[in-house]
């Protein structure tokens, strides 16, 4: 016999029994389809919050603020003496190599609202002190206007720049370039007059923060230490460095430049990792990984003896016409082709429709996500085609492990045994 004739063969006994093959075809697609959703919605997660990271930064940058008091078991042990500098800043961009930029900012340490007025109309919003960098550390365009310079913040002059929904607030659609706002930035501050000179893109809220960079104000770095906050240090600054670097040998090569600077001391340095929730999540999705993989391997076992035991009673319905094959010439690889392909193409059939089904399982689950917690407006299915084609070669392994003994068992029946069994 040809192959394909093999092949056919093995095909045509499956579409005359389709009841029973589309219930051994279910139980492989149900487990496929469990593994595949689950990967579909935990990278979906993966990419919200690589995107989130991208949009307020990127995942290349250190986040270091000051520790300010020294706690232990819930108690107060001392205070710090040591801050932040402007040359601490120069230094670790001359000395870290890699180091891209640092940015510096200055802001309100309890995070309070400002009132910023202007014309009768005020908001109460977030402003923050920068540099001309922090424009393309925060991946953050120009919408009208410009950003500051070098000069701005050497000179500290008073000059602001809106968020997209501060802009509205204050002046509505008007055009707001060359307006000035009063910024008072607490009850005991005299307001300050600023003049706007650039609006921001909309930016949008970011998952790690409770405010959105388009309700802040960002005023020259200096200005808002002279004449907002009144305080001299940097309290935090946001170290960017190159792609594929050791993060922990930069945040090693800054300890020491800032140890250097600070007469050994380093009891004052915090840092952040903004890409940690990324570590995190990989590590939620290996444990639920490891958990649903079992529950969804034990589920193609089960599946895979349903398809053994289909393939053995097709055998044994199939007898006599083994040894009418083997009788005229049929060779035993023959017949074990033939049923090997039925275990084989009911497992295949049964990743096909996983595939579909986990596609559509996860779409479910990402709309259920969205109602459910509503944190993005979208949760994105990401299901790659790596996964699909792994999905399908399994299904496949599986076929070939629980056809081999059927098969072996119908290409082993001697013609005479198998015609006589059926007389």
Not at 11 to 35: D, E, K, T
Not at 267 to 281: A, E, K, T
Request: aromatic share 10%; proline share 3%.
């Amino acid at each position: 016999m040809k192959s394909r004739d093999v092949i056919a063969a093995g095909i045509v006994h499956l579409s005359q029994n389709r009841l029973r093959a589309g219930l051994s075809i279910l139980g492989i697609s149900i487990g496929i389809a469990s593994v595949l959703c689950m990967i579909a919605i935990g990278d979906g997660a993966k990419k919200i919050i690589t995107d989130d990271l991208k949009k307020f930064g990127g995942g290349n940058r250190i986040l270091f603020d000051t520790h300010t008091s020294i706690w232990k078991r819930g108690r107060l042990v001392r205070r710090t003496t040591e801050r932040y500098t402007f040359e601490d800043i120069s230094a670790i961009e001359a000395e870290c190599p890699s180091v891209l930029f640092v940015l510096p900012t200055a802001a309100d340490r309890y995070r309070r609202s400002t009132i910023i007025s202007q014309r009768g109309r005020q908001t109460r919003t977030y402003v923050e002190g920068v540099t001309p960098d922090y424009a393309q550390g925060m991946h953050w365009e120009v919408q009208h206007g410009r950003f500051f310079s070098e000069n701005d913040i050497e000179t500290g002059v008073q000059v602001c720049i809106l968020g997209a929904e501060a802009a509205m607030d204050l002046f509505g659609e008007a055009f707001a370039i060359g307006e000035e706002v009063k910024i008072k930035f607490s009850w005991r501050h005299p307001a300050v007059r600023c003049r706007v000179v650039g609006i921001m893109a909309p930016k949008g809220r970011s998952l790690h923060n409770y405010y959105s960079l388009d309700d802040i104000v960002c005023v020259p770095l200096t200005t808002h230490q002279q004449r907002l906050s009144g305080e001299h240090d940097i309290l935090r600054f946001t170290v960017f460095f190159q792609e594929g670097a050791d993060v922990y040998s930069v945040i090693d090569s800054v300890k020491n430049v800032l140890r250097k600077r600070h007469r050994g001391k380093d009891d004052f340095i915090g840092y952040r990792l903004p890409n940690r929730s990324i570590r995190q999540l990989e590590h939620i999705q290996r444990v639920v990984g490891i958990s649903l993989g079992s529950i969804a391997g034990f589920s193609l076992f089960v599946g895979g003896i349903g398809i053994m035991n289909i393939c053995l009673v097709s055998v044994g319905e199939k007898t006599r016409e083994i040894g009418l094959r083997k009788s005229i010439g049929a060779k035993r690889i023959d017949i074990f082709y033939q049923f090997l392909t039925e275990s084989v193409c009911l497992c295949f059939c049964g990743g096909v429709f996983g595939i579909g089904g986990g596609w559509l399982a996860a779409h479910g689950m990402a709309r259920l996500a969205v109602r459910i917690v509503p944190i993005v407006p979208e949760w994105p299915v990401v299901l790659s085609l790596p996964w699909m084609l792994t999905s399908v070669f399994f299904s496949v392994f599986m076929g070939m492990s629980f056809g081999v003994y059927p098969a072996i068992r119908a290409a082993r029946l001697s013609p005479i045994d198998a015609l006589r069994m059926e007389i």
